[in-house]
């Protein structure tokens, strides 16, 4: 049985999946940077829920597109959009030098080039994301098994875009990584691009 086999037919109710990508998120970035890393508990609530969240809304919206049945594929995909909004609005929240130092020009309030490109590929991303969602409500349901067509590949390459241009710089240093676990945008460019192949390979496959 294949990988996307697998997805498809987890007996799992789309809430329990939900909520066991959610734990695992939160658990990895909870290890990873406060326990392992220097960021305070103070900062739990909001700039690391906000990693957990956007990977988490990551990780929902690859196995909504895996999934056969049209009705647990528009839950779980409606989980990740709402993941992902509250992520978007969690990071204009945040977004300062002091939460996203590797964004700024050393000693001034500019973006470097590749977190302006970074940015873009993850506000292009957010619009395919509501485009989707807007199809998603208005198709009842996701009754589609593609709700537009290539889209979602396009969603899926821009958010690889938007983690690697990130985080890439540190990718390179396993040394310096807090208790030697990959940083999240590598796990999340790594995901989205395993996602992405899939979805290729499924859709040469019904050709």
């Known amino acids: 049985m294949t990988f996307c086999k697998c ?20 658990s990895y970035v909870i290890l990873r940077y406060h326990f392992f890393g220097d960021i305070p508990l103070s900062d739990i609530p909001a700039f690391l829920l906000n990693k957990a969240l956007a990977y988490s809304g990551l990780l929902l919206l690859g196995f909504a597109g895996l999934q056969s049945r049209s009705s647990k594929r528009h839950k779980v995909g409606m989980a990740a959009a709402y993941f992902l909004l509250i992520h978007v609005i969690m990071t204009i929240t945040l977004f300062s030098p002091e939460y ?89 460019f790594v995901t989205a691009s395993i996602f992405l192949w899939i979805t290729h390979k499924r859709k040469h496959s019904n050709v």
Request: aromatic content about 10%; glycine content about 8%.
């Open 7 to 26: 997805i498809s037919r987890l007996s799992m109710s789309a809430k329990k999946l939900t909520l066991l990508v959610f734990i695992i998120s939160m």
């Open 100 to 188: 996203f130092s590797k964004f700024f020009i050393e000693d001034s309030k500019r973006l470097t080039l590749f977190a302006s490109l970074s940015l873009l590929c993850g506000t292009l991303a957010f619009v395919c994301l509501t485009h989707l969602w807007r199809v998603s409500i208005n198709t009842r349901k996701g009754t589609d098994l593609s709700l537009v067509n290539g889209l979602g590949r396009l969603l899926l390459i821009l958010v690889a875009g938007h983690t690697g241009l990130m985080g890439f710089k540190g990718w390179f240093s396993p040394e310096t990584w807090p208790g030697r676990l990959p940083p999240l945008t590598l796990i999340a």
